[in-house]
């Protein structure tokens, strides 16, 4: 029987350098599983797109292993690449929020494991038409703290894990401005000075946003729509802060939400966005999109 081959691109800098700790460990897990293991080091921004390109359609599957913009530039990779190949992650990040929602293994020996028992579903991912193509697993999000994610010190996340995001956020408060948008979908159309918004596939978004474990189905080909708009006034804020903590995302006058499968994004000037954690810039327009079924995943079984 041949020995299942696998690329392993991981990311040596990503949470509290695990992968830089690890990866021949890995690697020598893979190896000892029965498994043939290439392994890939991302020096750079892009590496893992790079990598996946030009080599991944050689491999039976592809594993990463690092933080959310680790498996997104992997995603990138394999949805340009048009790549069926099952795709596993071992979460290595400060906040793994996609790897939260998919309920994986955070030790790693375990991820090895299941991606050698290699039993994938196929999952939705999301795409993003703004000055370019770019593709998500699990969040395109503009406004309060979305800068915080792609510009905290390397440093920072490592020591701080999640709360490091919000004390960055914080440096930045009186920055914050809301931005007018007017977003349509299903025949619908959202408009207002949004602080915040996100359309993801995820039970959580940097540790700050949280859904319930019924509230997102992330194969369902659709997105969530969380949109802030600014409060009038303190109290309004409160309410609005007791609506976020308590996952009351549908009775609150400051939210906009809803779900589906695409949303056109006007604005008034370009904007900042963030996908997955990494930095994107849209023009006036953008369009966002549920793609369905589009990534071969290895998820756990039974344990």
């Known amino acids: 029987m041949d020995r299942k081959t696998i690329m392993l691109i991981v990311n040596p800098c990503a949470g509290r350098k695990l992968g830089e700790k690890q990866s021949e460990q890995v690697a020598d897990w893979f190896q000892a599983g029965g498994a043939d293991c290439s392994l890939y ?3 750079k921004p892009g590496d893992g797109t790079d990598f996946v390109l030009r080599d991944g359609s050689r491999f039976d599957v592809i594993a990463c292993m690092g933080g959310d913009g680790t498996l997104n530039e992997v995603i990138n990779g394999v949805l340009r690449r048009k790549l069926n190949t099952p795709l596993g ?5 400060s906040t793994n929020d996609f790897a939260n929602s998919m309920n994986l293994s955070h030790e790693p020996h375990q991820a090895v494991k299941d991606i050698l028992a290699c039993r994938t579903e196929p999952i939705d991912a999301g795409r993003f038409m703004g000055k370019e193509r770019k593709y998500f697993s699990y969040v395109a999000s503009f406004g309060a703290f979305t800068k915080t994610s792609y510009q905290t010190p390397q440093s920072m996340k490592n020591l701080l894990g999640r709360f490091s995001y919000f004390l960055e956020g914080v440096k930045d408060l009186g920055d914050i401005h809301a931005e007018h948008k007017i977003i349509r979908t299903n025949g619908q159309t959202y408009a207002g000075n949004y602080l ?5 596939n995820s039970r959580s978004i940097g540790g700050l946003v949280r859904y319930g474990e019924d509230d997102v189905d992330i194969s369902d ?5 969380l949109l802030i708009k600014k409060p009038a006034c303190f109290s309004d804020l409160c309410g609005l802060l007791h609506s976020i903590t308590h996952r009351e995302y549908e ?5 906009d939400f809803c779900r589906s499968d695409k949303f056109v994004v006007e604005s008034d000037t370009a904007t900042d966005w963030s996908l997955d954690g990494e930095f994107a810039r849209s023009e006036k327009q953008s369009v966002i999109s549920c793609i369905k079924n589009q990534i071969n995943f290895i998820r756990p079984g039974n344990r």
């Open 221 to 225: 080909q659709r997105l969530e729509m």
């Open 251 to 255: 009775h609150n006058p400051y939210i």
């Open 196 to 200: 915040f918004g996100a359309f993801s």
């Open 89 to 93: 992650y071992i979460p290595a990040g």
């Open 41 to 43: 080091l991302t020096d």
